[in-house]
């Protein structure tokens, strides 16, 4: 499979990402750890806290880094922003925070991190991206999630 970019191209839209929105990462880690203390140490709150915050980081990257960046070099980053499909590390984030629910875990929240695996563990073979290698992974463990779930609403263990 071809892509619509070259690599050069790809690696510049991380390299223009981080110059123009930094210290923007640094903000968006604090809200990844806020997430990961809620879901250790749950209060009442805490699944909506999560679910806040996982929300707000996938919503970053679909429009500070689809829309604004990754759509430059490609087409389907409109379409990849329109469904809130975001880059790897919030993928994988956002499966490992669902392995905190409590079982049934709902099928909803893991069916776009699951399709985010596949499309981005193409980075790691067709691009060279070795750390996208953990998507598979990460794809598996979503996938038993998926098989396991249930419809009921995400809450954390206690």
Do not use: K
């Amino acid at each position: 499979m071809a892509l619509p970019f070259m690599i050069e191209q790809f690696h510049g839209v991380f390299r223009d990402y981080n110059t123009s929105m930094w210290p923007a990462p640094w903000f968006l880690v604090a809200m990844a750890l806020a997430a990961v203390v809620a879901a250790l140490r749950p209060r009442p709150w805490s699944g909506v806290a999560v679910s806040a915050i996982l929300g707000v980081l996938w919503a970053w990257i679909a429009l500070a880094y689809h829309l604004a960046f990754i759509s430059r070099i490609s087409p389907p980053a409109y379409a990849f922003a329109a469904l809130s499909m975001l880059p790897c590390p919030t993928t994988i984030f956002t499966i490992g925070m669902l392995c905190f629910a409590v079982p049934p875990t709902p099928r909803s929240p893991l069916i776009v991190p699951v399709l985010w695996c596949l499309v981005g563990a193409q980075a790691a073979f067709l691009l060279g991206v070795q750390p996208d290698l953990g998507l598979i992974a990460s794809g598996a463990v979503g996938v038993a999630l998926l098989a396991t779930a249930g419809g009921q609403p995400w809450t954390l263990r206690s």
